[in-house]
C-alpha cells in the first residue's frame, strides 16, 4: 500500500536558520504530494502541493520539489522565523482510492 | 466560507458513557473524512465518505464507533460506550471532489477526554 516516511522530531533551530524536513514516499502510479502544517490548537492546513514529476510547490517561503527518481518531496525554508513553530505533515493521494496518506508529523521549534 | 465546522471544540465524559461528534463540510464538497489524531499513532483514518456513501471504513476501530452522513452538509461521529483509550483529538475533514489533485480542508478539531 501507500506510505509516507517522513523525519522524526522534534527539529530545533534558531531564528534565521535554514530548515530541511525530509519525506520519502512509496506509491502505485503517480501520486499528488502535499505538506501540510498545523500550528496548535488548530487542524491540518495546506502549505503547499506538487501534482507531478519535478514540480515545485511554494509557499510563505517554504519549497518542495516532486523527485520521482529518488521518491522524495523534502520541505525546505532559507530562513525559519518563531512563528513557522508548528507540526509539518507530508502526505499523498493516488489514484484507485483517493484516499490521503499521511506521514507521522514532524514538530519545529524555532528559538528567537 | 466558514471551513469545515466541528462541534463540540472539547468534551469530557465517563468510561461508557455515548459520544457524539458532529461536523458540517464545507458547501459543496464531496468527499468527506474523520480521522483520529494521537501523540502514540499520529493521524490515522477512521472513515471516507464519497457523495455521503461510506467508502472506506476499514480503519473504524471496533463495533464501538459508528459514523453517519444523511446528507451533504452534516456527519456524526458516535462513540458507545467510550473508554479511556477513545481520548484523542477527531478531525472532520472535506474535499471538493475524489481527484488525487484535491487538498483537504480540515476543521479545528474536537478534543474528547474520557475518564
Known amino acids: 500500500g501507500d506510505s509516507v516516511t517522513q523525519m522524526e522530531g522534534p527539529v530545533t533551530l534558531s531564528e534565521e536558520a535554514f530548515l530541511t524536513i525530509n519525506c520519502t514516499y512509496t506509491?502505485?502510479?503517480?501520486?499528488?504530494l502535499f505538506w501540510y502544517v498545523q500550528y496548535p490548537g488548530e487542524g491540518l492546513q495546506l502549505l503547499l502541493k506538487?501534482?507531478?514529476?519535478?514540480d515545485k510547490g511554494s509557499n510563505k517561503g517554504f519549497e518542495a520539489t516532486y523527485r520521482k527518481e529518488t521518491t522524495s518531496f523534502h520541505l525546505e525554508k532559507g530562513s525559519v522565523q518563531v512563528s513557522d513553530s508548528a507540526v509539518y505533515f507530508c502526505a499523498l493521494r493516488a489514484g484507485g482510492s483517493y484516499i490521503p496518506t499521511f506521514g507521522r508529523g514532524t514538530s519545529l521549534i524555532v528559538h528567537p | 466560507d466558514a471551513g469545515v465546522i466541528q462541534s463540540p471544540r472539547h468534551e469530557v465524559t465517563e468510561m461508557g458513557q455515548e459520544v457524539t461528534l458532529r461536523c458540517k463540510p464545507i458547501?459543496?464538497?464531496?468527499?468527506l473524512f474523520w480521522y483520529r489524531q494521537t501523540m502514540m499513532r499520529g493521524l490515522e483514518l477512521l472513515i471516507y465518505?464519497?457523495?455521503?456513501?461510506?467508502?472506506?471504513d476499514s480503519g473504524m476501530p471496533e463495533d464501538r464507533f459508528s459514523a453517519k452522513m444523511p446528507n451533504a452538509s452534516f456527519s456524526t461521529l458516535k462513540i458507545q460506550p467510550s473508554e479511556p483509550r477513545d481520548s484523542a483529538v477527531y478531525f472532520c475533514?472535506?474535499?471538493?471532489?475524489?481527484?488525487?489533485?484535491?487538498?483537504?480542508?480540515f476543521g479545528s478539531g474536537t478534543q474528547l477526554s474520557v475518564l
Open positions: 506509491a502505485t502510479g503517480y501520486p499528488s
Open positions: 506538487a501534482t507531478k514529476a519535478d
Open positions: 458547501s459543496g464538497h464531496n468527499s
Open positions: 475533514a472535506s474535499s471538493p471532489l475524489q481527484g488525487v489533485d484535491e487538498k483537504l480542508f
Open positions: 465518505f464519497n457523495n455521503n456513501v461510506p467508502i472506506d
